[in-house]
């Protein structure tokens, strides 16, 4: 009864090649997420979409992009990526936008590794 | 722009004791919402207990609970009865009424429960 999936769970990618992560959800949730999660850091929000409008943080490099096709699936697309990109990479849902205590649901994470 | 602060980067307690994780936040706003969660070894990042900032009464889940202080800032979590499943990197979130369910974090407390 997954409701946030991840593929893959570990990626290895070389440098300056592009890298596809991926994310579905089977909770039918309006919001999904993209955080980097460095080694013993915080997550850090990358963007968002709310449905199929896109929300980027002012400061995601645009390196990072994201494609959301449908409501159970989400992309992350890393076109070039450096040797500061490796990183677990966070997927998350929540039902709303702004929805009180509504809570984020959390896949296991990719962990992207690049030589 | 609000902050989360947690000051403890590790932590240990045997198990069946009790211990007590560390969060303070800074914000202007009188509205919002604190959240603890569990990052198990591996593992997806999941709820384990939330606060709303209008209500005095503390949060409690099972063997969850925490201790919110409004003036000083202030959102501990503890943790009775600790059990061996506990351990995990634990993270101190805020997320702002006004700005959607973007969640501001902190940089985790990692707890080891030893038998």
């Known amino acids: 009864d997954a409701m946030v999936i991840q593929n893959p769970r570990y990626q290895v990618t070389q440098f300056g090649k592009p890298v596809t992560l991926s994310c579905s959800q089977t909770?039918?949730?309006?919001?999904m997420y993209w955080y980097q999660q460095k080694s013993s850091q915080a997550p850090k929000l990358l963007f968002h979409y709310y449905d199929k409008d896109f929300n980027n943080e002012a400061d995601t490099p645009d390196n990072f992009q994201s494609r959301r096709p449908n409501t159970s699936f989400c992309f992350l697309d890393i076109r070039s990526p450096g040797l500061g990109d490796a990183a677990m990479y966070l997927c998350a849902t929540s039902r709303e936008w702004g929805g009180g205590t509504d809570t984020q649901y959390f896949g296991p994470g990719t962990r992207l590794t690049v030589l | 722009a609000q902050t989360v602060t947690q000051s403890q980067p590790e932590m240990s307690v045997q198990e069946a004791e009790t211990v007590t994780l560390s969060c303070t936040y800074d914000?202007?706003?009188?509205?919002?919402?604190l959240f603890w969660y569990k990052q198990p070894p591996s593992r997806q990042m999941i709820l384990v207990i939330r606060?709303?900032?209008?209500?005095?009464q503390n949060a409690t889940e099972n063997r969850f609970s925490v201790n919110f202080q409004k003036a000083a800032k202030s959102f501990s979590l503890k943790i009775s009865d600790s059990q061996l499943g506990d351990a995990a990197m634990y993270f101190c979130?805020?997320?702002?009424?006004?700005?959607?369910?973007?969640?501001?974090f902190g940089t985790g407390t990692r707890l080891a429960v030893r038998p």
């Open positions: 979130a805020y997320r702002s009424s006004s700005s959607g369910d973007k969640l501001t």
């Open positions: 914000t202007s706003e009188s509205d919002y919402y």
């Open positions: 606060q709303e900032a209008y209500k005095q």
């Open positions: 909770l039918n949730h309006n919001v």
